[in-house]
């Protein structure tokens, strides 16, 4: 005996909340591969363009599969953005140049907030392919902080928040 939407996901509706997730993510993705493809313009640390790579990658993968989705419900994902024109780093005006950190810095807080949506996502979905497909993007996007974490205090642009330092107890007399 199956229950309500018991059945193959596939042929279950989304409800509103996994489709705005699903229509979100992918308008996300694609802001991100825009930023992420200039980005690799300005970059000079070598790890940091491989990494960028990997985030231009997985915002295309998610692009991919999420506006596929979006059209096996009939519905519409937000346009793409254009293609930049090429740059090399050496023709970007310094002033107007992103450095590595700031760069490295930008990858992290997007690592961040991608966590939190896709926890969200799989909170809220219904659908376990749904569910499951952000939980696939969740494990990615940790992957790729950690990967971030480690190459900011590698270069020492890691700009920690206030920490607590343990400090000696005063002796009572």
């Known amino acids: 005996m ?6 193959n996901p596939k042929d279950e509706p989304m409800h509103y909340g996994e ?5 979100s993510a992918s308008t996300v993705a694609k802001g991100a591969l825009s930023c992420y493809r200039a980005y690799m313009y300005h970059a000079g640390d070598q790890d940091l363009k491989k ?22 419900q009939g519905l519409a994902s937000a346009p793409a953005m254009p293609l930049r024109p090429e740059a090399k780093l050496e023709d970007i005006p310094v ?3 992103f450095t590595d950190p700031e760069i490295a810095a930008k990858l992290a807080a ?4 991608g966590l939190v949506a896709c926890s969200q996502a799989m909170g809220i979905s219904i659908r376990e392919d749904v569910g499951a497909l952000f939980g696939k993007y969740h494990l990615t996007k940790a992957a790729l902080g950690l990967k ?10 890691l700009i920690p928040p206030p920490l607590q330092v343990k400090r000696p107890e005063a002796v009572k007399a």
């Open 2 to 7: 199956t229950g309500i939407l018991g059945g």
């Open 110 to 113: 997007d690592s961040a907030a």
């Open 148 to 157: 971030v974490l480690h190459l900011t205090k590698k270069n020492g642009w």
């Open 51 to 72: 990494i960028l790579g990997a985030m231009i990658d997985q915002a295309e993968l998610e692009i991919s599969e999420l506006d596929s989705l979006l059209a096996e």
């Open 19 to 23: 489709i705005f997730s699903v229509w």
């Open 95 to 97: 002033g107007a140049r």
